[in-house]
């Protein structure tokens, strides 16, 4: 069977929609679950509404995407809507948030708590936003003291997404959940630049971006092979998942449930139920009954 669940999270299946594609609106979201994900989590919500970038936000190639869309969005209060869009679809949602500031996390994860959502993802881990994201993220002090605050203010599931783009992942996560931390997700994008020869500069408006897709499965997989040594926590994988056997090699290396982003771009939004049916085909070829009899059955 495909069902899973962890830090108090049931899912069907263990494919989740990752944070960033179609989940700005509640129908996008819908769309997304009657497509098959066993949950959903939101595109990144802050307080206040953002425009974001100007174009170029995104370029693509043959291994993957790079992206700095510089966290658009409506803001928390007008999100409301969305949620409530969002919820009627039956599977879990999870509010992925941004913010600066420990104060700031705290009231962004009270509303989505009476919003509905299921969990909150802190976003410690955005590649190029000014003053959010991966600037705190790789900082073990920082992101020990923003999970502190919100656990101790909230009552709510809180999942962390950190960046791959330090050598201190490990100090980060271990801090996260000395923090009361619930779960970790992990990878988010890596900090990447495309130029362009014709026009002499790079491709970006902001320069650089996140990178994400096939090129960065390996690292992801490790990632989280590494953090399944250290933490007691379940952790989500993410990064570069575009088949069923990708699913089962992050299960393997630890994870209790995977998100997929760039594949819906890839591979369409049929992606969903594509994995699943390669995964059942995979686990009955190699005698696996359970996504939870494999989790970190890699670690030698
Ligand atoms: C953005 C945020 C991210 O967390 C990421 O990995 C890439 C891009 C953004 O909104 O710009």
């Known amino acids: 069977t495909l069902d899973t669940s962890f830090a108090g999270i049931s899912m069907k299946n263990p494919t989740m929609l990752a944070s960033g594609v179609m989940g700005e609106t509640g129908?996008?979201?819908?769309?997304?679950s009657e497509l098959g994900a066993g949950a959903l989590v939101t595109k990144s919500i802050g307080l206040e509404p953002r425009h974001g970038?100007?174009?170029?936000?995104?370029?693509?190639?043959?291994y993957g995407y790079i992206n700095a869309m510089g966290l658009p969005g409506p803001g928390i209060e007008l999100f409301e809507d969305e949620m409530k869009n969002a919820l009627k679809c039956n599977v879990p949602v999870i509010g992925s948030l941004f913010a600066a500031?420990?104060?700031?996390?705290?009231?962004?994860?009270?509303?989505?708590?009476?919003?509905?959502?299921?969990?909150?993802?802190l976003n410690l881990s955005c590649p190029h936003a000014k003053g959010y994201g991966m600037e705190i993220g790789i900082d073990p002090v920082a992101v020990g003291k923003i999970i502190r605050e919100v656990k101790g203010?909230?009552?709510?599931?809180?999942?962390?997404?950190?960046?791959?783009?330090?050598?201190?992942?490990?100090?980060?996560?271990?801090?996260a959940e000395a923090a009361g931390c619930d779960c970790i997700a992990a990878i988010n994008?890596?900090?990447?630049?495309?130029?362009?020869?014709?026009?002499?500069?790079?491709?970006l408006f902001n320069k650089t971006g996140g990178l994400s897709g096939p090129a960065v499965k390996p690292i992801g997989l490790?990632?989280?092979?590494?953090?399944?040594?250290?933490?007691?926590?379940?952790?989500?994988?993410v990064g570069g998942i575009e088949t069923g056997r990708d699913v089962l090699e992050y299960i393997m290396a630890g994870a209790s449930a995977v998100q997929i982003g760039s594949a819906v771009g890839r591979r369409g939004l049929s992606v969903f139920n594509d994995i699943c049916?390669?995964?059942?085909?995979l686990m009955e070829k190699n005698d696996i009954q359970s996504i939870k009899e494999i989790v970190g059955v890699a670690h030698v």
């Open 27 to 32: 129908s996008s979201l819908c769309r997304v």
């Open 53 to 62: 970038y100007p174009n170029p936000t995104l370029v693509e190639f043959p």
């Open 101 to 121: 500031v420990p104060d700031d996390f705290i009231d962004l994860a009270a509303k989505m708590k009476e919003y509905g959502a299921s969990a909150v993802e």
């Open 153 to 175: 203010s909230v009552d709510i599931t809180v999942i962390a997404k950190l960046t791959p783009n330090t050598h201190l992942l490990l100090d980060v996560a271990k801090e």
């Open 189 to 203: 994008t890596l900090k990447a630049m495309a130029i362009s020869v014709e026009a002499k500069r790079p491709v």
């Open 222 to 237: 490790r990632c989280v092979y590494e953090l399944s040594e250290v933490l007691d926590i379940p952790i989500i994988g």
């Open 277 to 281: 049916s390669e995964m059942k085909d």
